[in-house]
């Protein structure tokens, strides 16, 4: 190894700021960017740096909704695992009329025990539609009978109390829905095991929501009265103890 010389300059190739052991920063103002982003937060930034960019006057952005909306879903995913392993059914969306709503994406998730149904707006229109659901009709009667009791909850809205339906009457309901632009409507569908209980607290909601859908003039056809009486009617017209056991569960 050379050494120098005791009068001799020693030069290094090393940096000023590397000798002095301190990391490189490109310009003064890098640093007061990274200063404002650590004291306002990187969302409330990166929020003002895109309005800047792209402006304000035809819509506004709001990224703390934003990624408090992520935030959720992801929390939603986690807890949830029909969301991440559930078989994938395709549903749709439909308006009164019965056509096809192409603008809301809507589909299922679905195992054994619970089914998640999904539907998304891709518009900026508020949609007013039921949900087709039929496809699950196929999927369920391998396991379940049309009057297996289910527990109807709603993931994502103000609403989340439990509703109690028969299998067959919430697939087939059609229920119009208001889904506001660009939102997601989720729905969990649990089955129960079969109980007198249970079966009388579905026959009272079903009789419950008959009495206000009429008293609103909106149709009962989905509901499980009537899918009873319909089925007593084209099934069996001459079965006068059928007919009873319906009478006695109104």
Do not use: W
Request: glycine fraction near 4%.
């Amino acid at each position: 190894m050379a050494l120098s010389n005791p009068g001799e300059q020693t030069t290094s190739t090393a940096k000023p700021e590397q000798r002095r052991g301190m990391v490189k920063v490109a310009s003064g103002v890098n640093l007061a960017a990274n200063y404002v982003e650590q004291k306002d937060g990187q969302i409330d930034v990166k929020e003002k740096k895109f309005k800047q960019i792209i402006g304000t006057s035809a819509i506004g952005f709001d990224l703390q909704n934003i990624n408090e909306h992520y935030r959720n879903r992801r929390a939603l995913r986690r807890e949830k695992m029909v969301l991440r392993y559930g078989d994938y059914i395709q549903c749709a969306a439909k308006d009164q009329k019965g056509g096809n709503v192409p603008d809301i994406l809507c589909y299922a998730r679905y195992s054994l025990m619970e089914t998640c149904i999904i539907a998304t707006s891709l518009t900026d229109q508020t949609r007013r539609v039921y949900l087709d659901l039929t496809p699950l009709l196929n999927v369920y009667k391998q396991s379940n009978s049309n009057n297996t009791v289910v527990i109807v909850r709603n993931l994502i809205g103000e609403n989340q109390e439990p509703e109690y339906y028969f299998l067959k009457e919430f697939v087939q309901i059609k229920s119009l829905k208001n889904i506001p632009a660009f939102r997601s409507l989720v729905i969990s569908l649990q089955i129960q095991q079969d109980s007198d209980n249970l079966i009388n607290r579905c026959i009272q909601s079903s009789l419950e929501r008959t009495r206000n859908n009429l008293a609103s003039g909106e149709s009962i056809e989905s509901e499980n009265l009537s899918i009873l009486f319909s089925d007593c009617i084209e099934n069996r017209p001459n079965d006068i103890n059928r007919f009873a056991d319906v009478l006695g569960a109104i």
